[in-house]
């Protein structure tokens, strides 16, 4: 167990590199006119990563599902072929938008004529390498539930780190702008994709691709069980996508540069928190399978002590460290955005155990099959309440407004989901009784 939990949140920390490493190069080589750039651009890898853990998280679990009833190795196939079918599908969408949609969709994001040029930039390849992130997505999710989360380890460090490496000499050396940041982004899953290869080298994969065509229930059994996981990552670009349109309006290019280094900064917290949750994923799964329900609530238990101590080390870090911390992104200088992000930073990350808890739980319904619960907290952080609360606090108090809506929203959502546990533990131990 503490194997598997921690080579997955490990490697979806490592996920974090992919944006936080391109803010960082970005901020040091283009200044804040390319990290507004940047911040417009990002809520797209949002979508792009989010449909593919959809896919993987989705095809995936029932995968670990099957395995664990002893279904047929042709029931498991179907599922693995199913899934690779909506991969290509997802990224062909993705991509003729980048040909043929990418300055349509910069301007539509909020791009002026400033940073119009680099947002169209990193915007058009970043949809053009989404095959790439979508195979990339799918294939973790497999590997790790055929009982080789070492290896989906290797794989996302190894190649979102090589991101660093890449963004380094794509920026500075080689003197590639902003390009070279999505370039060097866009080949890290391409690297992770290499290297899982090694799974069917060795023969240790029990699923393959099989003859067959989509089947719909396999598919919308695949999209519901996966939905959460797409709500959870649209729900950061949703956010980041209002947060600009609001923040440009009240004040322009530098606050809009502020918030993109506190929402890539959030993205670190996010992935360790995802990392939990999917670490203790398949081990949900397979006891739910069995019908071993004291285990599943170990696991439950295990993954929420584990975020606690998580939020906590991270939002002493981020409080006592806040003015080094928004240095780093600041190669400016800039008073005015160390200001506005040092404070961000304070008020933004008492979020911090709300998020964490909300994502854990959504993942738990999404394990234990029920994906409807999972869906309402998903769609209420995502959507329903994230977007109203933030129209609502910033014209009450502007940028404070701002960075309050995240921890008030995540906050509300989380009390609810705990209401809904609750009564589905309620529900479950009725059921045991009545057995």
């Known amino acids: 167990m503490f194997q598997v939990h921690g080579f997955k949140c490990f490697g979806t920390l490592s996920v974090s590199c992919y944006v936080l490493a391109d803010t960082f190069f970005v901020s040091k080589s283009l200044g804040s006119n390319g990290l507004s750039a940047l911040n417009l651009a990002i809520p797209v890898y949002n979508f792009i990563h989010g449909s593919g853990l959809m896919l993987g998280m989705g095809g995936a679990t029932k995968f670990c599902v099957c395995k664990s009833q002893q279904k047929t190795r042709e029931d498991i196939d179907k599922i693995y072929t199913n899934t690779i079918y909506l991969g290509i599908l997802f990224s062909a969408i993705f991509v003729l938008i980048g040909l043929l949609f990418g300055e349509r969709l910069a301007l539509l994001l909020g791009a002026d004529k400033i940073v119009f040029d680099m947002t169209t930039t990193y915007l058009r390849w970043l949809l053009l390498f989404s095959p790439a992130f979508i195979l990339n997505d799918i294939l973790?999710?497999?590997?790790?539930?055929?009982?080789?989360?070492?290896?989906?380890?290797?794989?996302?460090?190894?190649?979102?780190?090589?991101?660093i490496i890449l963004d380094y000499i794509f920026i500075f050396p080689m003197k590639m702008g902003i390009f070279g940041a999505v370039f060097a982004t866009g080949l890290a899953p391409i690297i992770g994709i290499i290297i899982m290869l090694l799974h069917w080298i060795k023969k240790q994969n029990t699923f393959q691709l099989c003859r067959t065509k989509l089947e719909a229930n396999i598919v919308s059994q695949e999209l519901a069980l996966g939905f959460p996981s797409l709500i959870s990552q649209l729900s950061s670009g949703i956010v980041m996508i209002t947060f600009n349109a609001?923040?440009?309006?009240?004040?322009?290019?530098?606050?809009?540069?502020?918030?993109?280094?506190?929402?890539?900064?959030?993205?670190?917290?996010?992935?360790?928190?995802?990392g939990i949750?999917?670490?203790?994923?398949?081990?949900?799964?397979?006891?739910?399978?069995?019908?071993?329900?004291?285990?599943?609530?170990?696991?439950?238990?295990?993954a929420l002590q584990s975020m606690l101590v998580v939020s906590l080390l991270i939002y002493i870090i981020i409080f006592v460290f806040a003015q080094p911390i928004a240095s780093v992104f600041n190669s400016e200088n800039n008073l005015e955005l160390q200001q506005i992000a040092v404070?961000?930073?304070?008020?933004?990350?008492?979020?911090?155990?709300?998020?964490?808890?909300?994502?854990?739980?959504?993942?738990?319904?999404?394990?234990?099959?029920?994906?409807?619960?999972?869906?309402?907290?998903?769609?209420?952080?995502?959507?329903?309440?994230?977007?109203p609360m933030a129209f609502l606090l910033s014209a009450?108090?502007?940028?404070?407004?701002?960075?309050?809506?995240?921890p008030i929203t995540e906050a509300l959502v989380a009390l609810l989901g705990y209401v809904i546990y609750k009564r589905y533990q309620k529900k479950k131990k009725g059921k045991n009784d009545d057995d």
């Not at 996302?156 to 991101?163: E, Q, T």
């Not at 004040?251 to 917290?269: F, K, M, Q, T």
């Open 396 to 406: 009450i108090g502007e940028m404070t407004g701002i960075w309050l809506t995240y």
């Open 277 to 302: 949750a999917q670490g203790v994923q398949p081990l949900i799964s397979h006891f739910h399978g069995k019908g071993i329900d004291r285990q599943i609530e170990k696991m439950l238990r295990y």
């Open 343 to 387: 404070a961000g930073l304070k008020i933004y990350f008492t979020s911090s155990i709300f998020v964490g808890y909300n994502i854990i739980l959504a993942i738990f319904f999404t394990s234990v099959e029920k994906a409807l619960p999972a869906h309402i907290l998903s769609i209420l952080r995502g959507l329903i309440l994230i977007i």
């Open 246 to 274: 609001i923040i440009l309006k009240l004040e322009g290019n530098i606050r809009v540069a502020a918030y993109g280094v506190i929402a890539n900064i959030s993205l670190v917290g996010v992935a360790i928190y995802t």
């Open 140 to 163: 973790l999710c497999f590997v790790r539930n055929d009982d080789s989360p070492r290896l989906a380890m290797m794989a996302m460090i190894i190649g979102n780190f090589s991101n």
